[in-house]
């Protein structure tokens, strides 16, 4: 298995490794939890992403705990901008200053550690006051408690205030070969200024993985975006059908994403051994040609955001 390379995120000083592990479909089984963790960095990831809302907090501890012997190696990620109170359901949204400055505070404790290299806005509307939100993350970064931050968002609007007024390095975004959306014009935006794009759901919901045509079948029932079910499943068994030889449908669906120089890295999510083995399959890949990605998007079609504009 070859090395696993990093990619410079943004203009920071920040090198994540080009797949990632999303930690939220973790679950609350801590030694699964760890055991996933663990197999993940031993193959030379190196950025883990969270967010203090999964499972309320509990997500934050988990990870936490499952890396407290090698923090230094690692480039944690969380979120903030949901407010709720542990043991109870529901959240409500809030960008204020208060509320983050509030949020670091419990993350950090969560996390047993003094600082987090990359905090991102979890969410966010055009009508938020985003400059009070700016100033909230900039303050954080001047008291040593983050490194860097940035904002997870697939709303266009929203994206291009945050890129126009503030220092984010990085945008988490859902991006894969079904859901082409940051192809339209995201993801040229944000490589002219030197912003990296952390694209999660890189596998469609599991419908370009390595079980993509059976979870397309159990799954689409309702279609996915503009496709219906028919579309996804005779998109699955194309993605199968291609990949047959040197790679694996899952490596397929991380190539592509990494194809585009804004993508920084394709944050996967893994609630087994058997999942992470699968995505680490990348490793062994050929490198994915100008013409093969033609190809594979050619399966599938671009489409546009209709709000959020």
């Not at 490589?191 to 390595?210: C, D, F, W």
Request: proline fraction near 3%.
């Amino acid at each position: 298995m070859v090395q696993l390379k990093k990619r410079q995120l943004g203009h920071s000083d920040l090198h994540v490794s080009e797949i990632s592990l999303g930690c939220m479909s973790l679950g609350t089984d801590k030694e699964q939890a760890k055991s996933i963790i663990d197999r993940a960095l031993d193959a030379g990831i190196n950025y883990l992403d969270t967010a203090d809302l999964y499972d309320f907090g509990k997500n934050e501890q988990i990870v936490g705990e499952a890396i407290r012997n090698r923090r230094e190696d690692l480039i944690i990620g969380s979120k903030v901008g949901n407010r709720f109170t542990p043991g109870e359901e529901g959240w409500t949204w809030d960008p204020s200053k208060e509320h983050i400055k509030a949020g670091i505070k419990d993350s950090l404790k969560r996390l047993g550690t003094d600082y987090i290299d990359l905090y991102q806005l979890h969410g966010g509307t055009i009508d938020d006051p985003i400059d009070e939100t700016i100033e909230a993350f900039e303050d954080l970064k001047q008291e040593g408690l983050i490194r860097e931050y940035g904002i997870s968002s697939i709303r266009p609007n929203v994206i291009r205030e945050f890129v126009k007024k503030s220092n984010i390095v990085s945008v988490m975004s859902q991006y894969n070969a079904l859901d082409r959306r940051p192809e339209e014009n995201v993801l040229d935006l944000l490589h002219e200024q030197n912003i990296s794009v952390l694209a999660r759901g890189p596998l469609a919901k599991g419908m370009l993985s390595s079980k993509g045509v059976q979870v397309a079948r159990k799954k689409a029932d309702s279609g996915f975006l503009s496709y219906s079910q028919e579309d996804v499943v005779e998109i699955a068994e194309k993605w199968k059908d291609y990949a047959q030889g040197d790679k694996t449908p899952t490596a397929l669906a991380l190539q592509y994403v990494l194809k585009h120089p804004a993508v920084g890295s394709a944050v996967f999510g893994a609630s087994s051994i058997e999942q992470v083995e699968d995505n680490l399959s990348y490793l062994d890949a050929p490198a994915l040609t100008d013409e093969a990605f033609a190809e594979l998007q050619s399966m599938t079609r671009a489409i546009q955001y209709d709000k959020h504009r």
